[in-house]
Nanobody, 120 residues
C-alpha cells in the first residue's frame, strides 16, 4: 500500500514558476515509476512528465523545455519544477506511482491532487 501526498500548488502569474513535490509512504517492495498528471475542468487527465527508477524521463510536448521532473529514490519523493507557466497549464496536478507490493502485485496509486492556477 502506497500513500502519495502532493504539495506546492498555488496561484502564479503567467511566466512565473512553481515547484510541486510528492512524497510516497507506506509498505511496498519498490516503486517502479513516478509521474505527474494533470486534469483541467472538462478535459481528460493527461500525462505531464514521468520518471523511472533509473532516471529515464519523458514529457508531454506541451511542457518540454519548461518543466523538469526529478526523483529521489532514497527519499521516495518526486518533484516537478514548472517554469515559464502559461494559463493553459492551469489544472489539478496529480502524483502517480506504480509500485510492486511484497507479494509481487503491481498497483497504480494516485495522490489527492494539488491545484495550479496560472493567471494572465
Amino acid at each position: 500500500q502506497v500513500q502519495l501526498v502532493e504539495s506546492g500548488g498555488g496561484l502564479v502569474q503567467a511566466g512565473g514558476s512553481l515547484r510541486l513535490s510528492c512524497a510516497a509512504s507506506g509498505r511496498y517492495f519498490s516503486i517502479n515509476a513516478m509521474a505527474w498528471y494533470r486534469q483541467a475542468p472538462g478535459k481528460l487527465r493527461e500525462l505531464v512528465a514521468a520518471v523511472t527508477g533509473v532516471g529515464s524521463t519523458n514529457y508531454a510536448d506541451s511542457v518540454k523545455g519548461r518543466f523538469t521532473i526529478s526523483r529521489d529514490n532514497a527519499k521516495n519523493t518526486v518533484e516537478l519544477q514548472m517554469n515559464s507557466l502559461k494559463p493553459e497549464d492551469t489544472a489539478v496536478y496529480y502524483c502517480n506511482a506504480v509500485a510492486d507490493q511484497l507479494r509481487g502485485i503491481r498497483v497504480n496509486y494516485w495522490g489527492q491532487g494539488t491545484q495550479v492556477t496560472v493567471s494572465s
